[in-house]
């Protein structure tokens, strides 16, 4: 007979089969994410901050005798630090809220529950600067609102109690694509809210008796990718790859492309590789092709028009360069972490960031610490924590650098004690740099902060990148594989051509104001492709200033702001 109380140790067991629920759908999860850019994902982060706590709940559950106070600890603690971005930060909210309701009793009921529900909610929307329904707030919100309903109405079936419940929140986030037009135009729920309705519903199997493996292993808990897994150099030295040559270029097309000549081309390239993407458009057509042959590739293509943008990479060479790389990784991290020694300083610095060029640039400038990730892969509030353990000074101001990051980093600021942390809120790259520049030592550390607010305010930013699925948004239609120009509203413009896209895309950033333009190249452009570009910006906006640095970060091609 299913009991109408819930124990300490049932509720581990209940925790711990909504984070397996989760983790095992976090790609489902992923997919439902409509922009198209590739990020870290909602399930990615949802699941990373879940098995954060999951596993201090599986060391407790494992040793047996659990007690309700150190239980909500482990869930409130394990969350909090290991959240990562805004879908990760909230759910570990949502956790702290609920665990505050609940930790004061041994057996939890019904009205306990409802209580702790609308203190999990409450936590969630102070966490959150501007709360926007359609997301994840709204399903919780909907959810602990029904509890109160059937509290109140005096149920005390907790199997009928919670199954309602659940309803609830699948409702709520059936109604999600009409709260945010972008969800309807993609004909998808939000993903964030798809997220918490998995976690509540692999608990409530659990209560209903469904057998769970709770096995948590290191796998499930790791942050050092962000696949959830650490890469395994061994493995990867021993990974063959069968075609060297990752082979990409445009065709200019000066005759019919049609489907079946589409189909024709797409058969000769399985013919001589693997990895094969071509994508028509009108009168020119994208294609990549991994093979060991490039110059048959690019014969055949030649038969169809002229080619442009073309680029062949070694693979075999990049291997060998990434596991260089990675042994250097294993072998600093075998080396004991630096301590934050030397003279205590009035105001330290702490950047979130990735590609080597702009990390340098962030230490010419004076940052004391460089957190590695961004959009790729959000640092969580644990990795925020370090870094301000490494900075030795009175003062620290952080720079998430990525809109997705900033709640991390108020997280982490609210834990740290022995020093006052200021997160100014930049959402890009040179919104960070024009911050630490606009720094004045003769000013107080209060002052600052509103002159770099305000200096930000002033920083455009547009970023080229590609898309990772076929979706609809901002009234354009994007097919995977197209170049995308992202601005710091919205979609700007999208294409077939890197340079045409990062062309645009300023010519959609700049205004009668602007005086400057910052270029900053990533790891897949080479020094001419960038200088072409930049003799393109002079020749058209020749009154602004134009500036091109190496920044050498993925996935975005380019980074570019206007002041």
């Known amino acids: 007979m299913v009991s109408n109380t819930i124990d300490a140790e049932k509720m581990a067991r209940l925790f711990l089969a909504g984070a397996k629920n989760l983790e095992s759908k976090k790609e489902w999860i992923n997919e439902l994410n409509v922009f198209p850019v590739p990020d870290g994902d909602t399930g990615t982060n949802m699941t990373l901050t879940i098995m954060s706590a999951a596993k201090e709940v599986s060391s407790l559950y494992e040793m047996g005798d659990i007690d309700m106070q150190s239980l909500c600890k482990a869930i409130s603690s394990g969350s909090l630090r290991g959240a990562r971005g805004n879908s990760g930060v909230i759910l570990s909210q949502l956790f702290r809220g609920f665990t505050k309701g609940v930790k004061e009793h041994e057996k939890i009921t019904v009205p306990v529950i409802a209580g702790a529900f609308e203190k999990a909610v409450e936590t969630a929307y102070k966490a959150v600067m501007k709360p926007k329904e359609g997301t ?159 110059g048959l590739a690019i014969q055949k293509a030649l038969k169809y028009g002229a080619l442009s943008n ?126 630490v520049i ?46 995308m120009g992202l601005g710091d509203a919205g979609i700007l413009c999208v294409g077939t051509a890197i340079s045409k896209v990062a062309m645009e895309m300023i010519d959609a950033m700049i205004s009668d104001e602007s005086e400057l333009i910052s270029i900053y190249y990533g790891s897949d452009i080479t020094d001419e492709d960038a200088e072409a570009l930049r003799a393109q910006v002079e020749e058209k906006y020749g009154s602004c200033d134009i500036e091109l640095q190496y920044g050498g970060q993925p996935i975005y091609y380019y980074i570019v702001s206007v002041e």
């Open 136 to 294: 994840i707030l709204t399903v919780a919100r909907g959810a602990a609102a029904k509890a109160r309903e059937l509290a109140d109405n005096g149920t005390t079936d907790m199997a009928e109690f919670l199954r309602l419940i659940i309803e609830r929140a699948e409702e709520v986030l059936a109604q999600t694509p009409e709260m945010l037009p972008v969800l309807k135009q993609a004909g998808v729920v939000d993903s964030g809210g798809q997220g918490l309705v998995l976690v509540l519903q692999g608990a409530y199997d659990a209560y209903m008796g469904k057998e769970v493996d709770l096995t948590i292993s290191a796998e499930h808990t790791s942050a050092g990718a962000s696949s959830g897994m650490t890469p395994n150099r061994e493995a990867q030295a021993n990974a063959e790859i069968k075609f060297g040559y990752c082979t990409e270029f445009i065709i200019m097309l000066n005759k019919v492309f049609n489907i079946k000549t589409e189909l024709d081309f797409k058969a000769y390239l399985e013919s001589i590789g693997d990895s094969i993407v071509v994508v028509a458009d009108e009168d020119v057509v994208k294609v990549h092709v991994h093979t060991n042959d490039p």
């Open 310 to 435: 073309m680029k062949i990479d070694n693979m075999r060479l990049e291997h060998q360069e990434k596991l260089f790389k990675m042994s250097q990784k294993e072998t600093a991290a075998a080396q004991p972490a630096p301590a934050a020694d030397g003279p205590r300083k009035d105001v330290g610095f702490i950047a979130v960031s990735v590609g080597d060029g702009i990390n340098e640039i962030f230490r010419d400038l004076g940052v004391d610490h460089i957190i590695e990730g961004g959009q790729t892969m959000n640092p969580s509030t644990e990795d925020m924590l370090n870094a301000i353990d490494q900075v030795n000074a009175d003062s620290i101001f952080i720079l998430p650098n990525n809109k997705n990051i900033i709640l991390a980093a108020n997280q982490a600021q609210s834990l740290v004690k022995d020093k006052k942390i200021v997160v100014v809120p930049t959402k890009t790259v040179p919104q960070g740099i024009t911050a």
């Open 438 to 483: 606009n720094y004045v030592p003769d000013l107080s550390v209060e002052e600052n902060a509103d002159v770099m607010l305000k200096e930000i305010s002033s920083v455009s930013t547009g970023q080229v990148t590609y898309a990772v699925r076929d979706t609809s948004i901002d009234g354009k239609d994007i097919r995977q594989g197209d170049f």
